[in-house]
């Protein structure tokens, strides 16, 4: 195809900054590495399950808010926030859910505007409900009541994004059909949590309230999911089928089913039924993970895939009085560590696929993780993220996750933040190598190189890119996506830009792009790092389909720490002629051509070198209008093009990154 080099002016769409609710369905793991381990339900049996799982009325996570010495016990701050925030929520209606708005997605594909106004319902009811327990004076509990019977009346508790499960399709939901998705488990758990604190006082104001709080529960989340084995996120053998591609949905969907279970469910024998497939569901999602915990849909997505791991495991453990345990497992422990792992530096995260560049971690939920599985660098991020990006304030992102932050605060506080940051990680299963000059320091170059192949879940096509900052300060980059809408999981997904190799750090041969498929991949990829050497080799000639005419295009990644310099070499054979190739950087920096064949980019501060007899240089600005980009990168971006016209049948091609002043 034929790229002009004009200036990229995307639509505008909103975007929930932070909101969980933009994590979508539709893309899956692959299950090409799928490992029969079942890690969980080798060591609990039913039977194990009935002896170890406590009872419903002896489980006690956590005081309830007529419990008063331990909410009081709270840091003064702390409690002085919660109480504020409940008082900002105290006035006004609740905003209507229309549907039209609902519609919209069908309409228009937009989902924003819909999930817009549920997340404002959903956040008011969670800052009532621990406002009322921080001060339990009762005048919070109308409010609450409010908001806990308006989500009752609500027909779907999940996204107009989600209603492919129904029979009837997209468009207005069901009611006839309850069907779960990741907001209505999410609800249900949130409701869960909130019954749970404030049951007595939520019973004195009107005998109805709790039986309808009960009712709807069960009637959206526990008999669904005890009853069917058809959502997909649930991984269920099918005979004469292979293994079901799982992603963030499962442990997210689980972590809130099993919250409901635990508190909700009433009949000991569904609790007990529905926790034990809870433990199936969570083994089917772990055995399409590599030994190494990569996770292909990225950081900002970890915290739901990962990070829920954790919420079930913990939830788990503290049902049955420690009696189950799996934070030893090997898998559960690399799977958290990839969190870390994944750091670059201050905000900025490695973010392939459809991660954002800038994630904010759970802190506490990051903290207990990392003390779980006597991990001090998991510890650090942690207590770094509660210090640098929360700066005090509590952030769990759900009502549980409040909770145990709120209670691990002043413990969190007391320590102190370290560098979590590796020199070296290999991720064997996701083909990404990450590199930086020296441990525990942003100082200097980092590199992160990705083979794989283009069927990861939230895939972009971009095997064979990269990414490198300097002092920790952004150089070259994966961009990431735009706020979701429909075209995002459907059939014209890789009609979107970011999606694209051509707005990736990769080649594009004669206007022709990587193509989306588990075919389209790295082959003979191999990897190698010492004190003074990282690198890492790849053949990426299938990402290409046969049209873009590639006999071979080896690309190898060097990271010279002696050298202070990173370099990527080409060597690519043509099985045609084409008109030309271009080698795509993209970079949040200006571009200056300060002699020929060197680009000074600024303000990351590096120098790259390159042929100019080979290729030259264009640069192209790429206006930012969409929140979600704008949110990592500003309002504008640029994309510099190393083009060779009439390129040779094979040639070896070299770039050099240096660090301005080395």
């Not at 998991?378 to 005090?392: C, F, R, T």
């Not at 295009?553 to 045609?576: G, M, N, P, V």
């Amino acid at each position: 195809m034929e790229f002009r080099f004009t200036r990229w002016q995307p639509t505008r769409r909103a975007f929930l900054a932070g909101s969980s609710a933009l994590l979508a369905a539709g893309q899956s793991r692959t299950s090409a590495r799928y490992t029969e381990r079942n890690l969980i339900t080798k060591r609990v049996t039913l039977d194990t399950l009935r002896s170890s799982l406590l009872a419903r009325e002896k489980w006690h996570p956590w005081p309830t808010a007529a419990e008063r010495a331990p909410w009081e016990a709270l840091p003064a701050d702390a409690r002085a926030n919660l109480i504020a925030a409940g008082e900002k929520q105290l006035k006004g209606d609740w905003p209507v859910l229309p549907a039209t708005v609902f519609l919209e997605y069908k309409r228009i594909g937009n989902r924003s505007n819909y999930e817009a106004i549920r997340t404002v319902r959903r956040a008011r009811l969670l800052d009532l409900t621990l406002a009322e327990c921080a001060e339990a004076k009762g005048r919070f509990l109308d409010q609450i009541l409010n908001g806990l019977w308006a989500t009752c009346e609500e027909t779907y508790w999940g996204l107009p994004a989600h209603l492919s499960a129904q029979k009837a399709g997209f468009g207005l939901p069901d009611v006839t059909e309850p069907t779960v998705d990741l907001f209505a488990a999410e609800t249900s758990a949130q409701i869960a949590w909130t019954v749970y604190l404030l049951e007595p006082a939520l019973a004195k104001l009107s005998p109805m309230v709790l039986p309808r709080l009960y009712y709807e529960m069960d009637h959206r989340i526990l008999t669904p999911n005890l009853e069917r084995d058809d959502f997909s996120w649930m991984g269920t053998p099918r005979p004469g089928h292979p293994p079901a591609s799982l992603n963030n949905w499962t442990p997210w969907i689980c972590s809130n089913w099993l919250t409901t279970a635990l508190i909700a469910e009433r009949n000991p024998a569904r609790r007990l039924q529905a926790t034990y497939k809870i433990l199936g569901c969570l083994d089917r999602w772990m055995n399409g993970y590599a030994d190494d915990g990569g996770c292909d849909e990225g950081p900002g997505y970890w915290d739901k895939a990962g990070g829920a791991l954790f919420d079930n495991l913990e939830l788990l453990r503290s049902a049955s009085n420690g009696a189950l345990d799996f934070f030893n497992e090997p898998l559960v422990k690399e799977i958290g560590r990839y969190i870390y792992r994944a750091h670059i530096a201050g905000p900025y995260f490695t973010n392939f696929s459809d991660a954002p560049a800038k994630v904010t971690v759970s802190a506490d939920m990051v903290y207990r993780f990392g003390k779980r599985i006597g991990d001090e660098k998991m510890v650090a991020l942690g207590v770094w993220s509660e210090e640098v990006q929360h700066q005090g304030a509590p952030s769990g992102g759900s009502l549980g996750r409040e909770l145990q932050a709120l209670f691990d605060l002043a413990v969190l506080r007391a320590e102190k933040a370290g560098s979590p940051y590796e020199r070296d990680v290999w991720f064997s299963g996701l083909q990404v190598m990450i590199a930086r000059e020296r441990e525990n320091s942003t100082d200097g170059l980092y590199l992160a190189a990705e083979g794989g192949h283009n069927a990861k879940s939230h895939n972009h096509n971009d095997v064979g890119n990269f990414i490198v900052f300097a002092n920790g300060k952004p150089a070259l980059i994966d961009v990431g996506v735009e706020t979701y809408s429909a075209k995002t999981f459907s059939a014209q997904r890789y009609d979107i830009w970011t999606m694209q190799s051509a707005f990736h750090n990769c080649p594009t041969i004669g206007g022709v792009m990587q193509k989306p498929g588990s075919q389209y991949a790295a082959s003979e990829v191999t990897h190698e790092e010492n004190d003074n050497l990282a690198q890492m080799a790849m053949n990426i000639e299938h990402a290409y389909p046969p049209e873009a005419g590639l006999k071979s295009w080896r690309r190898t990644f060097r990271f010279d720490r002696a050298k202070k310099e990173i370099e990527i070499a080409d060597h690519y054979a043509l099985s045609k002629a084409t008109s030309d190739i271009m080698l795509t950087l993209m970079t949040p920096c200006q571009m200056v051509e300060s002699a020929p064949g060197e680009l000074t980019l600024q303000p990351a501060g590096i120098k790259i070198s390159f042929d100019a007899k080979a290729l030259h240089a264009v640069s192209e600005e790429i206006r930012i209008e969409d929140h979600h980009l704008a949110s990592s990168w500003g309002d504008r971006l640029y994309r510099i093009l190393l083009k060779c016209d009439q390129p040779p049948m094979e040639a070896d091609w070299r770039l050099r990154i240096r660090a301005l002043g080395t």
